[in-house]
């Protein structure tokens, strides 16, 4: 079945970067994008961006296109999030979702499946 | 501030019918389709209706979605206990060039 496996929790201090993977299996990763998707402790949910697995293109909410950075290894059909100059409002969990069809545009798509979610804690 | 504006609590009785609403703009839910997520306590989100008003196999028939204008709604009929989350709506927003989200709601079953 489609799924997407996230690494496991991060502890990082101010400052410092964290990298985040979403293994995909169960379909061609090439042919759908990678969204990355955050919810802070109690709130709710932050799009952060998207990637395209088969170009490499990404497209970043303007509130992390400083600090984020989406690539991807197609060998081991895997997409990662770096986000860089780690604060303590980043710490949060972070989801990979991937576009719901091949069928539509972005605009008219959805998030389907999500990984199941990475824990990431900055603190001093 | 969420783009999408949702309230923040629901509740309703086992059995009834409950409507949770999504408040956007010209921009994003009256250009684009809306979609809206289920996240169970502890748990990742997971689509519940998508394209405005299409259920994902698997999803019950007690779900349905409508938009109309700027606003969509979720209504969910004949609650149940396992029916407590928080639901999520969502659109692509094209002055923004990305997704947003509502506020989301927690629906409690009383």
């Known amino acids: 079945q489609v799924q997407l496996v996230q690494s496991g929790a991060e502890v990082k201090k101010p400052g410092a970067s964290v990298k985040v993977s979403c293994k995909a299996s169960?379909?061609?990763?090439?042919?759908?994008?990678i969204n990355w998707v955050r919810q802070a402790p109690g709130q709710g949910l932050e799009w952060m961006g998207w990637m395209n697995p088969n170009t490499g293109d990404t497209g970043f909410a303007q509130k992390f296109q400083d600090r984020v950075t989406m690539t991807r290894d197609t060998s081991i059909n895997t997409a990662y999030m770096e986000l860089s100059g780690l604060r303590s409002e980043d710490t949060a969990i972070y989801y990979c979702?991937?576009?719901?069809?091949?069928?539509?545009?972005?605009?008219?798509?959805?998030?389907?499946?999500w990984g199941q979610g990475t824990l990431v804690t900055v603190s001093a | 501030q969420s783009v999408l504006t949702q309230s923040p609590s629901a509740s309703g009785t086992p059995g009834q019918r409950v409507t949770i609403s999504c408040s956007g703009g010209?921009?994003?839910?009256?250009?684009?389709?809306a979609h809206w997520y289920q996240q169970l306590p502890g748990t990742a989100p997971k689509v519940l209706i998508y394209?405005?008003?299409e259920r994902p196999s698997g999803v019950p028939d007690r779900f349905s979605g409508s938009k109309s204008g700027t606003s969509a709604s979720l209504a969910i009929s004949g609650l149940r206990s396992e029916d407590e989350a928080d639901y999520y709506c969502a659109a692509w927003d094209d002055r923004l060039s990305g997704w947003v989200f509502g506020g989301g709601t927690k629906l409690t079953v009383l």
């Open positions: 979702a991937r576009m719901g069809s091949t069928w539509y545009a972005t605009g008219d798509n959805w998030f389907d499946p």
């Open positions: 010209s921009s994003n839910i009256g250009s684009n389709y």
């Open positions: 394209r405005n008003n």
């Open positions: 169960g379909y061609a990763f090439i042919t759908y994008d």
